[in-house]
């Protein structure tokens, strides 16, 4: 069971970004799926969370409005899509999988200029 968090980098405030995180070793039509990140010094965040269907999704209020997540499961691809980004979103950003308990390497995201 794997998962393989990509996309992060840096960015100018107000840019975007789109995480992807592919899983393998398991079907991910059958899990619900989240998205949380850590900045420096601080706890690990819950940003996002899809339900298996990706129809329901709930979000950390410090995103609404700005991040999206979103899934395919044909591609057991879970994606993050973040725009308006400011520099307080700067941290490594994780994949989860809740009820199979795994966690992704982390991407990371800087916003600066």
């Known amino acids: 069971v794997k998962l393989v968090e990509s996309g992060g980098g840096l960015v100018q405030p107000g840019g975007s970004l789109r995480l992807s995180c592919t899983v393998s070793?398991?079907?991910?039509?059958?899990?619900?799926m989240r998205w949380y990140r850590q900045a420096p010094g601080k706890e690990r965040e819950l940003v996002a969370t899809v339900d298996i269907a990706g129809v329901r999704t709930n979000y950390a209020d410090s995103v609404k409005s700005r991040f999206t997540i979103s899934r395919d499961n044909a591609k057991n691809t879970v994606y993050l899509g973040m725009n308006s980004l400011k520099p307080e979103d700067t941290a490594v950003y994780y994949c989860?999988?809740?009820?199979?308990?795994?966690w992704g390497q982390g991407t990371q995201v800087t916003v600066s200029s």
């Open positions: 989860h999988a809740p009820v199979l308990a795994v």
């Open positions: 070793g398991f079907a991910l039509r059958s899990y619900a």
